[in-house]
């Protein structure tokens, strides 16, 4: 697509809850982050892909969180058993492979946990 | 991972040239210096990057002195829609592990 798509833009749900956040990266980017944003922080990285591996997950703060990427390209990051404390706006970028790194950011994905 | 120190906010007024300088002593031989900018309720989004001298674009200007150790990030006459979060960051190319820090918050007043 022409830019990274998130869905979905808003999601509350309660404590205990499993919940899935999508992304749609740039087409044929290869590179694709995740990112958990508090209010007032910066972007806190939780893991990165390079193609279907997961090539870097030590951001993600515990077993509860877990993403995947079968194809290359569309990700889902899953979060069990949320907690209230996982309340955010969830990121997602996505870069080329090839040059200097610039991620290309989503507009996020909202969780609010009750 | 080099780490970047910017201040955390900084106020102006339409019209005036903003230069928001970031520190980063121990970055490597091949890091890159690339700056976003984020506006509430979106994701941050690529300004400018450079590794030194100087570099511009249509929005911005990146100054990067010949020890690398710092970068000037100005941006001319700034409106009011320039109110934003800019974030610094250093990292190598071909894909890693991006670290975002807090941030200098940009207030422009009429």
Redesign the interface.
């Known amino acids: 697509g022409a830019g ?1 798509s998130q869905t979905p833009s808003n999601k509350v749900t309660e404590k205990g809850k499993y919940v899935e956040l999508r992304c749609d990266p740039i087409s044929g980017h ?2 694709l ?1 995740w ?1 958990r944003q508090s209010l007032g ?5 939780l893991i ?1 892909f ?1 193609g279907t591996g997961a ?2 997950d ?2 993600l703060p515990n077993d509860r969180f877990f993403a995947v990427r079968p194809e290359g390209s569309v990700s889902t990051l899953k979060i069990q058993r949320t907690e209230r404390g996982d309340s955010a706006v969830y ?1 997602c ?1 996505s ?1 080329a ?12 994905s909202r969780l609010t946990v009750l | 991972l080099a780490k970047t120190t910017q201040p955390i906010s900084m106020d102006s007024y339409e019209g005036q040239e903003v230069n928001i300088t970031c520190s980063h002593n121990n970055i490597a031989t091949n890091d890159y210096i690339t700056w976003y900018q984020q506006f509430p309720s979106q994701g941050p989004r690529f300004i400018i990057q450079g590794y030194k001298t100087k570099v511009t674009n249509e929005v911005a200007s990146l100054f990067i002195p010949a020890d690398r150790k710092s970068s000037t990030l100005s941006l001319p006459r700034v409106s009011l829609s320039d109110t934003a979060v800019y974030y610094c960051l250093v990292g190598s190319t071909g894909g890693f592990k991006t670290i975002f820090g807090a941030g200098t918050r940009l207030f422009v007043k009429a």
Do not use: H, I
């Open positions: 990274v290869t590179a982050y990112y922080q910066g972007p806190e990285f990165y390079q090539a870097d030590s951001g990121l970028a870069s492979d090839s040059g200097a790194n610039v991620l290309t950011f989503g507009a996020g």
